[in-house]
């Protein structure tokens, strides 16, 4: 069985709305500097005998730290791209000065299967793909996909109200009139490329006149993707991920359900992990067997995770389909790996300067908490700035009541703790 070479493509869905890679320019104030140094994120998923393309190797107390967690490392595959480096690890592998060697000993598992993540593992891995396997990645990740089967698939109830617009040649004053008829219905609307992600390629509005730079852009998302998707803005309650794995066969299993947060871009924050939170998917498994089913008809098999949301009323709608790993499934393999307590909170903590102190000093005020309460905490991930401070770190943090973990979470990082109410 050839060892697997993990692969943290955070860029999927830019790469599937094709979007050209941005270069850091040595900045490392920019977003994708952190998410470069994260790949050891997907070390739960890993097996002994597997690597992970990383930028850099984690520090010498990070590799004690997981030493501890898994009784063994996976091997650690630096890549160093002969120019700046950019948001796209496949382009800045094909790039590097020393490509590995053997990567045929390999078995690819991507963050998603991106274009040239299946190009990769067709020449250079082990992997072999059914036809037309590129072609069923795009389709079961599009909100095309996402739109159909909450319309047509699933029960009503995980509706929401939405309007494709799929005419590559549609007018400027056409489309106009299509997004004011629909904002004259719903009021507050959402308009977004087949392909966003993380609140990227999303535009929000409320008012019928439209700005020309962003009917222009809405235009060019038409002509990329095949069309747009308007939705309804919905009053949330809550946000929630679950996290499924398809096998070849078509067999789904359903691992977890997690509350979600995230920023008002919608950028990603944790997620409220809850042991006994799966009993509440007994329910949700036979209303979501019909969109399992669809993707495994059309060809897909691999980790698949469904955003909801949860609205004042108490209903679930199904925002979308991420036929790829989430955030959602990376928390879930943690907690299952190091936390015992009912509840567990996996999330990023995105610094600023001096927030606080160093790797080490913050290990030390974490064993003191834990010795102050009833609790764990485990360090994922750290990724400091350039003048030597943390500027993001990823934690584990487990309680037994959810009283606790706020009390907890409100002494570790309080700007953290405002915008998560759990």
């Known amino acids: ?10 860029d999927f869905e830019f790469e599937l709305a094709n979007l050209p890679p941005v270069k850091l320019h040595q900045s490392k104030k920019a977003p994708w500097w952190y998410l470069n140094r994260s790949s050891v994120l997907l070390t739960p998923l890993t097996d002994k005998d597997d690597a992970i393309l990383v930028y850099q190797y984690p520090s010498k107390t990070l590799i004690e ?15 160093q791209p002969a120019d700046n480096e950019s948001n796209s690890i496949l382009r800045d592998y094909q790039a590097t000065i020393h490509q590995p060697d ?16 299946i190009a990769l593992a067709k020449h250079q891995c082990a992997n072999t793909f059914p036809a037309n396997f590129k072609d069923t990645v795009i389709r079961a990740n599009s909100k095309e996909t996402s739109d159909f089967i909450r319309a047509s698939l699933i029960p009503k109830s995980f ?37 966003g992600a993380s609140g990227k390629l999303t535009d929000s509005i409320i008012e019928k006149k439209v700005n020309p730079k962003r009917l222009s852009r809405w235009l060019s998302w038409i002509r990329q ?20 794995e398809l096998d070849k066969q078509g067999r789904t299993e359903i ?13 990603y924050l944790g997620n409220l992990l809850d042991l006994t939170e799966k009993d509440a998917l007994v329910d949700l498994k036979e209303s979501l067997k019909p969109l399992f089913s669809f993707l495994a008809k059309i060809g897909y098999y691999g980790p698949v995770g469904l955003d909801l949301l949860k609205t004042r009323d108490g209903e ?45 000093s913050f290990l030390d005020y974490c064993l003191l908490l834990e010795k102050k309460f009833d609790c764990t905490f485990s360090i994922i991930n750290a990724v400091p700035s350039t003048q ?11 309680a037994n009541t959810k009283d606790l973990l706020t009390n907890l979470l409100s002494q570790l990082y309080p700007p953290l703790f405002q915008r998560v109410k759990l």
């Open 102 to 117: 053997k990567l045929d000993e390999f078995r690819l598992c991507p963050w998603g299967w991106s274009p040239s993540a």
């Open 65 to 79: 730290k997981y030493h501890d967690y898994f009784q063994y490392l996976p091997d650690f595959i630096k890549i």
């Open 1 to 10: 069985m050839p060892r697997k070479l993990w692969l943290y493509n955070y």
């Open 316 to 360: 679930l709608k199904l925002i979308e389909i991420n036929a790829r790993l989430t955030m959602g499934r990376i928390a879930y393999e943690w907690n299952r790996m190091l936390n015992s307590r009912r509840f567990g909170f996996f999330g990023n903590f995105f610094l600023k300067s001096a927030q606080f102190p160093n790797l080490p």
């Open 159 to 195: 509706l929401i109200p939405s309007l494709q617009i799929k005419n590559q040649s549609i007018t400027s004053n056409s489309l106009i009139s299509e997004i004011n008829r629909f904002i004259s219905e719903f009021s507050k609307v959402k308009i977004k490329h087949y392909f």
């Open 255 to 267: 691992l977890t359900m997690t509350r979600m947060f995230s920023n008002s871009n919608g950028s």
């Open 388 to 398: 030597g401070p943390i500027s993001l770190i990823t934690i584990l943090v487990g």
């Open 225 to 244: 993707s095949g069309g747009i998707l308007l939705e309804q803005v919905l009053d949330i309650d809550s946000e929630y991920s679950i996290q499924a």
